[in-house]
């Protein structure tokens, strides 16, 4: 299983990014993908989560309403739009797989809001 995610960067407070992971060597329309992040000093927290046909969504109370958790099944690809990004939303995104026992992790792509 691999995962190439991108979209990461530097971006001013109240810009907006959006990260892409496109997976391959699974299933992926078996999965439920997520995004979690860390920040320095931090322990990792969920972000936003999709379940495998894309019918339902949750969210950290941190980007609700800011962030949106979206996935191409035709793709193999998981998004996260990041709007309003704050400097409390800088750390490393990865993106996550789960289906059942199985879970495989990215490598994670690095979101810093600075001015």
């Known amino acids: 299983v691999q995962f190439a995610e991108s979209g990461g960067g530097l971006v001013q407070p109240g810009g907006s990014l959006r990260l892409s992971c496109a997976a391959s060597g699974l299933t992926f329309s078996r999965y439920g993908m997520s995004w979690y992040r860390q920040a320095p000093g931090k322990e990792r927290e969920l972000v936003a989560t999709?379940?495998?046909?894309?019918?339902?969504?949750d969210y950290a109370d941190s980007v609700k309403g800011r962030f949106t958790i979206s996935r191409d099944n035709d793709k193999g690809t998981v998004y996260l739009q990041m709007n309003i990004l704050k400097p409390e939303d800088t750390a490393v995104y990865y993106c996550n797989a789960r289906w059942g026992f199985r879970d495989y992790w990215g490598k994670g792509t690095l979101v810093t809001v600075s001015s």
């Open positions: 999709i379940t495998s046909v894309g019918s339902s969504t």
